[in-house]
C-alpha cells in the first residue's frame, strides 16, 4: 500500500519514490490513460470534498534520457491504493522524483483549513453543523443543518473567522486509535467521526476545532490569508453557503471592486453611492413600466376603434383579420381583446409575425355564441400538424408564418358559413 506522504507534511512538494504496479486504465483517440501506482507519493487524491493535487513525475532511463510524465489526476480505488493518471507509461521499478503543483495545493490548503475554521464557527456560534464540504474550482461550499441563517450572524462568523486568522494559532494533525476517538466524540471533543476502522488522523487548531480529517492543511491560521464569505441559497437538507479563502479571497475582492467600478463609471458616481442610485432608478423604471403599460393600453383601444371602423359588419358578423410584422404576441392577444369587447357581432384573427413561428389570435364578442373559439382553432392548426387552443371566447396557437395567412383564411370561411346560416 502506498505511504501517503502528504499525511505528515502537506507542505511537501518533492519526493523520491518507486513504480510498484502499473495499469492500463482506458483507451482514448489519441493515445491511452494510465494508472501508476508508487511505493510512496505527496499526491492527494480526490477524498472527502478536496480534489486532486496536479504535477509531474520525472525518471531517467537506462540510457540517460530523462522522462517527463505529467500527473493529470489522482485517485484512490476501494482497497485503498492510490493511482497517478498519466497519458504515458513507466516501468514498474522505475525510480521516479515528484514535484507537486504547489500553486494548487497551497490553493486547497488554504480552503480546507478555512473550511475547518468556519464549520467550527458556525456551529458554536450559530449552531449551524456542517453536513457536507465541496472545494471547487472557483468557490468552495459546505452545507449546513441549519435553516436561512441571518445576515447580521453571517456577518458575525466571518469577522471571527478572520480574527482568529489574524492570532496564527498552530494547525498541528495528530493520530490517534479508533478507541481514543470514540471516546473523544462522546465527550463532545471530535465534531464527526469517519466510518472506518483503524487509527484517526486528527487536525487540531487550539481551542477553535478538533476534527478527523485526511486532507491537506496549512501549519498555522495565518497562512488561510482571509476568509470571504459569498452567499447562501436553500438545499435540500438545509442551507448551502460558498466561501474563498487566501488567493481566492483578494481575487474575489478584486473583481467584485472591477464590477462596482464598470457599473457606477456610465452613470458618474462613486460606487458609495451605488446602492442608493440603483434603488432609484429601479423604482424609476417600474414607474416607467406603468406609464408605458398605460400607453399600450391606450394604443390598443384607438387601434381597436380604428379596425373597427374600417371593418363594417357583413351577413351579421364583422370579421377583423390582420397580419402584424411590427407587433408581438402580448400586443396581439391585448388588441383582439379590446376590439370584441369594444363591439358586437364581432370574430377577431391575429397573427403576429414578428418572429417565427407566428403567434394567432381567435376571439369573439360575448354574443357569437355559434362560434367555439378554442375548439375552431385547435382543429384547424391540428390540421396542419400545429398546436393551439383556449376557452370559447378566445385561443391562441403558433403556427409556421407561411402557414398563418392559410389559417386566418380557413377560420373565416368557417365564420361565414356560420353567420349566412344563421343569418
Given at each position: 500500500m502506498t505511504q501517503r506522504l502528504y499525511y505528515a507534511d502537506s507542505h511537501r512538494k518533492t519526493f523520491e519514490a518507486e513504480v510498484v504496479d502499473i495499469r492500463e486504465h482506458a483507451r482514448r483517440e489519441g493515445g491511452s490513460e494510465w494508472h501508476i501506482a508508487l511505493d510512496q507519493t505527496a499526491f492527494y487524491p480526490t477524498s472527502g470534498g478536496q480534489p486532486y493535487d496536479l504535477g509531474q513525475?520525472?525518471?531517467?532511463?537506462?540510457?540517460?534520457?530523462?522522462?517527463?510524465?505529467?500527473?493529470?489526476?489522482?485517485?484512490?480505488?476501494?482497497?485503498?491504493?492510490?493511482?497517478?493518471?498519466?497519458?504515458?507509461?513507466?516501468l514498474a521499478g522505475t525510480r521516479v522524483t515528484g514535484v507537486i503543483d504547489w500553486s494548487r495545493r497551497l490553493d486547497h490548503m488554504q480552503q480546507h483549513s478555512g473550511q475547518h475554521l468556519l464549520s467550527a464557527i458556525l456551529a458554536r456560534e450559530v449552531d449551524a453543523a456542517t453536513v457536507s464540504f465541496h472545494l471547487?474550482?472557483?468557490?468552495?461550499?459546505?452545507?449546513?443543518?441549519?435553516?436561512?441563517?441571518?445576515?447580521?450572524?453571517?456577518?458575525?462568523?466571518?469577522?471571527?473567522?478572520?480574527?482568529?486568522?489574524?492570532?496564527?494559532?498552530?494547525?498541528?494533525?495528530?493520530?490517534?486509535?479508533?478507541?481514543?476517538?470514540?471516546?473523544?466524540?462522546?465527550?463532545?471533543?471530535?465534531?464527526?467521526?469517519?466510518?472506518?476502522?483503524?487509527?484517526?488522523?486528527?487536525?487540531?487548531?487550539?481551542?477553535?476545532?478538533?476534527?478527523?480529517?485526511?486532507?491537506?492543511?496549512?501549519?498555522?491560521?495565518?497562512?488561510?490569508?482571509?476568509?470571504?464569505?459569498?452567499?447562501?441559497?436553500?438545499?435540500?437538507?438545509?442551507?448551502?453557503?460558498?466561501?474563498?479563502?487566501?488567493?481566492?479571497?483578494?481575487?474575489?475582492?478584486?473583481?467584485?471592486?472591477q464590477l462596482l467600478a464598470a457599473i457606477s463609471k456610465p452613470l458618474s458616481i462613486h460606487r458609495s453611492s451605488l446602492a442608493e442610485t440603483m434603488a432609484r432608478k429601479q423604482a424609476e423604471l417600474k414607474?416607467?413600466?406603468?406609464?408605458?403599460?398605460?400607453?399600450?393600453?391606450?394604443?390598443?383601444?384607438?387601434?381597436?376603434?380604428?379596425?373597427?371602423?374600417?371593418?363594417?359588419?357583413?351577413?351579421?358578423?364583422?370579421?377583423?383579420?390582420?397580419?402584424?410584422?411590427?407587433?408581438?404576441?402580448?400586443?396581439?392577444?391585448?388588441?383582439?381583446?379590446?376590439?370584441?369587447?369594444?363591439?358586437?357581432?364581432?370574430?377577431?384573427?391575429?397573427?403576429?409575425?414578428?418572429?417565427?413561428?407566428?403567434?394567432?389570435?381567435?376571439?369573439?364578442?360575448?354574443?357569437?355564441?355559434?362560434i367555439h373559439c378554442g375548439e375552431w382553432l385547435a382543429a384547424v392548426l391540428a390540421e396542419q400538424g400545429n398546436r393551439g387552443g383556449g376557452s370559447a371566447d378566445v385561443a391562441q396557437g403558433q403556427v409556421p408564418s407561411g402557414q398563418a395567412a392559410a389559417v386566418a383564411q380557413v377560420l373565416r370561411l368557417r365564420a361565414l358559413e356560420i353567420s349566412k346560416a344563421t343569418a
Open positions: 513525475l520525472t525518471a531517467v532511463s537506462r540510457g540517460g534520457a530523462t522522462i517527463e510524465v505529467a500527473v493529470s489526476g489522482v485517485e484512490e480505488d476501494d482497497a485503498g491504493e492510490v493511482w497517478h493518471v498519466t497519458a504515458k507509461p513507466l471547487g474550482e472557483q468557490v468552495s461550499t459546505i452545507d449546513l443543518a441549519a435553516d436561512a441563517l441571518r445576515p447580521a450572524d453571517l456577518e458575525r462568523v466571518e469577522v471571527l473567522a478572520n480574527l482568529a486568522i489574524t492570532e496564527d494559532l498552530p494547525v498541528s494533525i495528530r493520530t490517534i486509535e479508533r478507541a481514543e476517538a470514540e471516546s473523544m466524540l462522546a465527550a463532545g471533543l471530535l465534531r464527526k467521526l469517519p466510518e472506518r476502522a483503524g487509527s484517526i488522523r486528527v487536525i487540531e487548531m487550539p481551542g477553535i476545532d478538533l476534527n478527523a480529517c485526511g486532507g491537506t492543511h496549512v501549519r498555522a491560521l495565518g497562512q488561510i490569508g482571509s476568509l470571504l464569505l459569498r452567499g447562501t441559497e436553500k438545499v435540500k437538507q438545509g442551507t448551502r453557503l460558498s466561501f474563498v479563502c487566501g488567493l481566492r479571497a483578494v481575487r474575489a475582492a478584486r473583481e467584485d471592486d414607474a416607467a413600466a406603468k406609464e408605458r403599460q398605460k400607453l399600450y393600453e391606450e394604443l390598443a383601444d384607438y387601434h381597436a376603434a380604428r379596425l373597427l371602423v374600417e371593418d363594417p359588419i357583413e351577413h351579421g358578423l364583422r370579421i377583423v383579420e390582420r397580419h402584424f410584422t411590427d407587433r408581438d404576441a402580448a400586443y396581439t392577444k391585448l388588441l383582439a381583446s379590446r376590439i370584441v369587447a369594444a363591439a358586437p357581432q364581432t370574430v377577431v384573427i391575429l397573427a403576429s409575425a414578428q418572429q417565427d413561428p407566428a403567434a394567432m389570435v381567435f376571439a369573439r364578442s360575448k354574443d357569437v355564441t355559434a
